[in-house]
């Protein structure tokens, strides 16, 4: 078989770290090129080729990434933010190489949770009540107040004391107590739902550090994501953050249109959208049924060191060429 050259970008966090983690693990031939807004990341290590490139808002981003997909005749990408979802969207048929984005019209949807209810709301999907802050209505004992595109946990507050004081980069919620839900949904080519799969999770620094799977609601949950593959335009993974109440009631409050965070655990745990992409749209082949032997399994996140001890800097250490070990 033909080795395959897929890019993936925003190396520098875990989302695209568990990407290429997931893709080594595969028994396919394919080189991984990785880029980032960084020259050196805690990815470099896991690529053949790294590569350095703006923002993806910027003037100059896809310019740079025409570049690297000419220079490494690059089979695929597959974008790891959100923002270069949408941006990377915008280029496809443009660029001589497969894009693994949802269309543009439902990713920039998507990035703006306001955005999000206001188009839930209109079609009759369930979404957390929410109000731009000057039309917020005093209408609930408990609110939450967060950026309308923040990611992570930064910037929010709750049940702020002056909500008029924020302006429309903001957004209130209706605060529901319960559990928090973080479920990965799959959307093959025929756009059907080809699995899902739930972890209820704790979070330090807005980012994933422990999980316990938990298909108790998957029922509701893919009943909520066919109604988001109705919309058109979803494409591969996405992700739906909720909160689960004492009645069992779901009630989405993001919608991530790209492969989540917890992406490297639910490969091991045998939920593996990252290989089922890379088999459908790499080498045109149906993807493996969702095989999730566990499903209370549990995981936790730690850090670990990689070590180049024959490096005096960080300049250079693009690739895994260089000397190194995991500590």
Request: neutral net charge; aromatic residues 10%; contains cysteine.
């Amino acid at each position: 078989m033909d080795t395959k050259t897929i890019l993936v970008t925003g190396i520098g966090g875990n989302v695209g770290q568990g990407i290429l983690r997931n893709i080594k693990n595969l028994d396919f031939s394919i080189k991984l090129i990785g880029c980032d807004i960084s020259s050196f990341t805690a990815g470099n290590h896991l690529c053949d080729k790294t590569y350095q490139v703006p923002y993806a808002y910027e003037e100059n981003y896809l310019t740079e990434i025409s570049k690297i997909v000419k220079e490494q005749k690059v089979d695929m990408i597959i974008p790891s933010t959100d923002y270069e979802i949408y941006y990377l969207g915008l280029c496809k048929g443009k660029l001589d190489t497969f894009i693994l984005a949802s269309d543009p019209e439902i990713s920039k949807q998507f990035l703006d949770k306001y955005l999000t209810w206001k188009l839930f709301d209109k079609h009759d999907i369930p979404f957390a009540k929410s109000w731009l802050p000057k039309e917020y209505d005093n209408s609930e004992k408990e609110v939450i107040a967060k950026p309308r595109k923040g990611r992570g946990s930064r910037g929010i507050i709750i049940n702020p004391k002056n909500i008029s004081r924020l302006g429309d980069d903001y957004m209130i919620q209706k605060l529901y107590n319960g559990k928090e839900v973080t479920t990965a949904v799959y959307v093959n080519k025929k756009q059907e739902i080809h699995g899902v799969c739930s972890m209820e999770r704790t979070l330090e620094n807005g980012t994933t550090s422990k999980i316990i799977l938990n298909n108790s609601y998957d029922d509701k949950l893919k009943e909520i994501a066919e109604e988001i593959v109705k919309l058109k335009g979803v494409i591969g993974s996405f992700n739906i953050q909720s909160i689960i109440d004492s009645t069992s009631q779901v009630y989405p409050f993001e919608i991530n249109c790209r492969i989540s965070g917890t992406n490297s655990i639910r490969h091991n745990l045998g939920f593996q959208d990252v290989k089922y992409a890379v088999q459908e749209y790499l080498y045109d082949i149906s993807p493996d049924d969702v095989n999730i032997k566990n499903p209370k399994a549990v995981a936790i996140r730690i850090l670990m060191d990689i070590i180049y001890p024959e490096a005096t800097s960080f300049e250079d250490l693009n690739d895994n060429s260089f000397k190194h070990f995991i500590y």
